[in-house]
């Protein structure tokens, strides 16, 4: 909200509406499948998909969009307890609402409106105020009043909220603010502006993995064999839902790295494969080209249009072609960096899992080459974590960090163990879970330090862990506090992130890193909807991710004479 909004005042020429969307649950359609249905309890609408929406709403988020899915049964476009009940009446939302693309006319496929007159009455009494469009608000409203089916109010009531956030935009003061071309063109395409997306880029890419330190490599003297489908494309630089992107300034990973080698003769660029489809000798002459090199670049993954709306994937892998690109090339033995462009968690297998180090860099922009050499040659240091866990297969999607330990919670640990909640084929773990991302130091974790064994109800407790860098460079490391409420009135994730730092770690140093964990951080939904804290025993992380770290327990308690809410059993 901030980075759109602004901290001036919405008024400033600088300051664009920011637009949460999709309220609500839409990332947990059925299957992964985009526009499906949805089915979740309503706790774990409470408490887990409402959250970040209240969060917006409380930054001073002016504009919500309805989502296409049902929740539970109630499309999201007429969906009264969503978009009256929660977001106005409990949250005192000040925006307006609006459907996403056509959502209110979908009522209809739905099998929840009879018609677009039907659909138009029940968007706009759930609490739509705008209709993205599919223009039934046009023409079925005058008549909807006319019959009495939506009073007056109701309208004046959704014209009036428009109207009021176009005055805080300023736009009947100045209704072309911000659009002075003079200052437009000063500003737009600004060295400025470049130099922030090329650090927007590298911070954006998270290592996976470095084996054997062959990160970073060298700007001179070592023969580089740049091969894949992405080694010299510009055309999926922006990513999925770029519009108007200048096409004049997109720089390829290719002119990244000639740019940053004191030889750039020693670069050879080769593809070797389409992105989805082979190329005639592309194999051979990849073959070549990493024969005659010393290290590999393998730059693989997804083209923008696998990614993003209506792109969802049944088998979530490096796709067939450049698969079969990568086993020839590493075949040949030499060292293998692969540079991942994907805009999802990829279950990687063969010749791409087995690479001696790898980097996820998704769609970083205009800077993208040149930002993934900052990284590869090592002027900066990675620092990106993982905000998805990549699954060992595609079968366990979805995948998620916060999953529960069920009745019976499989050992990771045990790869024969019957009659747990696990596949046949693959440990109950991820391959790179949540929050997982290496630098180019190598950082060690002390045990976790409570400043005392209870956290009352009314306290707060310090959590702390001294990080050390043992490695032969600066590191950034993001130390993350995780914790499992061991006994409750309804059962608990396994594991839930509640805070993170970044901490700036020289050669040799070390540096205690402390957060205070307060009550307010340890609620849920409980089963008469109410967010509450129960005392018991509680685990907690200071951890490098979601999986393994150093772990201590302390116990909530309860000031005498209070008496705990929320525990019905």
């Known amino acids: 909200m901030r980075g759109f909004q602004g901290d001036e005042g919405l008024d400033h020429p600088d300051a664009i509406l920011a637009t949460a969307k999709h309220m609500a649950g839409y990332s947990a359609a059925i299957g992964g499948v985009e526009y499906n249905t949805t089915d979740m309890s309503e706790q774990t609408l409470r408490g887990v998909f409402l959250p970040p929406f209240k969060a917006a709403v409380d930054a001073g988020c002016l504009a919500i969009m309805s989502a296409f899915n049902d929740v539970n049964g109630v499309p999201a476009s007429a969906n009264h307890e969503l978009l009256t009940e929660i977001l106005r009446d409990d949250w005192n939302f000040q925006g307006f609402v609006l459907s996403d693309y056509t959502s209110e006319q979908e009522l209809v496929a739905h099998g929840f409106a009879e018609d677009g007159r039907d659909a138009t009455r029940l968007?706009?009494?759930?609490?739509?105020?705008?209709?993205?469009?599919?223009?039934?608000?046009?023409?079925?409203?005058?008549?909807?009043?006319?019959?009495?089916?939506?009073?007056?109010?109701?309208?004046?009531?959704?014209?009036?909220?428009?109207?009021?956030?176009?005055?805080?935009?300023?736009?009947?003061?100045?209704?072309?603010?911000?659009?002075?071309?003079?200052?437009?063109?000063?500003?737009?395409?600004?060295?400025?502006?470049?130099?922030?997306?090329?650090?927007?880029?590298?911070?954006?890419?998270?290592?996976?993995?470095?084996?054997?330190?062959?990160?970073?490599?060298?700007?001179?003297?070592?023969?580089?064999?740049?091969?894949?489908?992405?080694?010299?494309?510009?055309?999926?630089?922006?990513?999925?839902?770029?519009?108007?992107?200048?096409?004049?300034?997109?720089?390829?990973?290719?002119?990244?790295?000639?740019?940053?080698?004191?030889?750039?003769?020693?670069?050879?660029?080769?593809?070797?494969?389409g992105v989805e489809g082979a190329l005639d000798g592309g194999i051979d002459a990849a073959v070549a080209a990493a024969r005659a090199a010393d290290v590999v670049v393998l730059a693989i993954g997804e083209s923008q249009r696998m990614s993003g709306e209506a792109q969802s994937r049944t088998d979530i892998v490096v796709p067939e072609a450049q698969q079969q690109l990568a086993e020839a090339v590493a075949a040949v033995g030499k060292p293998v960096v692969v540079v991942l462009?994907?805009?999802?968690?990829?279950?990687?297998?063969?010749?791409?899992?087995?690479?001696?180090?790898?980097?996820?860099?998704?769609?970083?922009?205009?800077?993208?080459?040149?930002?993934?050499?900052?990284?590869?040659?090592?002027?900066?240091?990675?620092?990106?974590?993982?905000?998805?866990?990549?699954?060992?297969?595609?079968?366990?999607?979805?995948?998620?960090?916060?999953?529960?330990?069920?009745?019976?919670?499989?050992?990771?640990?045990l790869e024969e163990e019957e009659y747990k909640a696990r596949y046949r084929e693959t440990p109950n773990t991820a391959l790179y879970p949540f929050g997982h991302g290496l630098t180019y130091g190598r950082i060690e974790y002390g045990a976790v330090e409570l400043s005392a064994p209870e956290l009352p109800l009314n306290g707060t407790l310090e959590v702390a862990v001294t990080v050390t860098n043992r490695g032969a460079r600066a590191a950034e490391e993001t130390v993350q506090l995780y914790v499992h409420d061991r006994v409750a009135s309804l059962t608990q994730p396994g594991r839930l992130l509640k805070d993170f730092k970044a901490v700036l770690l020289q050669p040799g140093q070390s540096a205690r890193v402390a957060f205070d964990l307060r009550p307010s951080q340890l609620t849920f939904i409980n089963a008469d909807l109410e967010s509450v804290v129960e005392p018991g025993l509680f685990d907690v992380w200071v951890a490098p991710s979601a999986q393994g770290g150093p772990v201590a327990t302390f116990r909530v308690t309860a000031p005498e004479g209070q008496t705990p809410a929320g525990d019905q059993r």
């Open 341 to 413: 462009k994907n805009g999802r968690a990829l279950a990687l297998s063969g010749a791409v899992r087995n690479a001696q180090a790898i980097l996820v860099t998704w769609f970083l922009g205009s800077e993208t080459g040149r930002g993934i050499a900052d990284i590869l040659f090592g002027d900066f240091g990675p620092s990106g974590r993982l905000p998805v866990s990549f699954p060992r297969r595609s079968g366990q999607q979805p995948f998620y960090y916060d999953r529960k330990n069920t009745g019976r919670p499989a050992d990771p640990n």
């Open 123 to 273: 968007a706009i009494m759930a609490g739509v105020d705008v209709s993205m469009v599919s223009g039934l608000f046009l023409q079925h409203i005058p008549e909807l009043v006319r019959s009495g089916a939506v009073p007056m109010a109701r309208v004046d009531q959704a014209v009036r909220r428009v109207l009021r956030t176009k005055a805080a935009l300023g736009l009947f003061d100045d209704p072309y603010r911000g659009t002075d071309p003079v200052r437009e063109q000063a500003m737009v395409g600004s060295q400025a502006h470049y130099a922030l997306a090329r650090e927007a880029a590298r911070e954006s890419i998270v290592m996976l993995k470095n084996d054997g330190d062959l990160l970073p490599l060298s700007k001179a003297g070592q023969r580089i064999a740049l091969i894949g489908p992405f080694a010299d494309d510009v055309d999926n630089v922006f990513g999925p839902w770029t519009i108007w992107g200048d096409e004049s300034r997109r720089v390829a990973l290719d002119v990244g790295l000639r740019e940053a080698m004191a030889d750039p003769s020693l670069l050879t660029v080769t593809r070797g494969s």
